[in-house]
Nanobody, 123 residues
Framework: QVQLVESGGGLVQAGGSLRLSCAASGRTFSSNAMGWFRQAPGKEREFVARIDWSGTITYYVDSVKGRFTISRYHAKNTVYLQMNSLKPEDTAVYYC????????????????WGQGTEVTVGS
């Protein structure tokens, strides 16, 4: 059974930092690339960042490139998102999920989503 538990969100002023964590069930985490997604109020959920299985190849959407860093720690089945220089437009609920490969490299593999963790960035 897939289990995804996100944490680490909160309220921060623009320019601040947060570190998000996502604890994933073993099979989901250990076998796949992982991604972070976010959903801002009134908007569709969007892909933010991806890390491959080995943890060596990462990808970011342009809006967060240079500010966010995705990483993973296999021993704890956890993926992280370090967010620096936060902007009000980063305000959203953040989610993690396993992601595919090839043409589906940013597509979530599971229809199941955790509860997410809310990030609010004040101006």
């Amino acid at each position: 059974q897939v289990q995804l538990v996100e944490s680490g969100g909160g309220l921060v002023q623009a320019g601040g930092s947060l570190r998000l964590s996502c604890a994933a069930s073993g099979r989901t985490f250990s076998s796949n690339a992982m991604g972070w997604f976010r959903q801002a109020p009134g908007k569709e959920r969007e892909f933010v960042a991806r890390i491959d299985w080995s943890g060596t190849i990462t990808y970011y959407v342009d809006s967060v490139k240079g500010r966010f860093t995705i990483s993973r720690y296999h021993a704890k089945n956890t993926v992280y998102l370090q967010m620096n220089s936060l902007k009000p437009e980063d305000t959203a609920v953040y989610y993690c999920n396993a992601v595919g490969a090839g043409s589906k490299w940013s597509v979530p593999l599971s229809d199941y989503w955790g509860q997410g963790t809310e990030v609010t960035v004040g101006s």
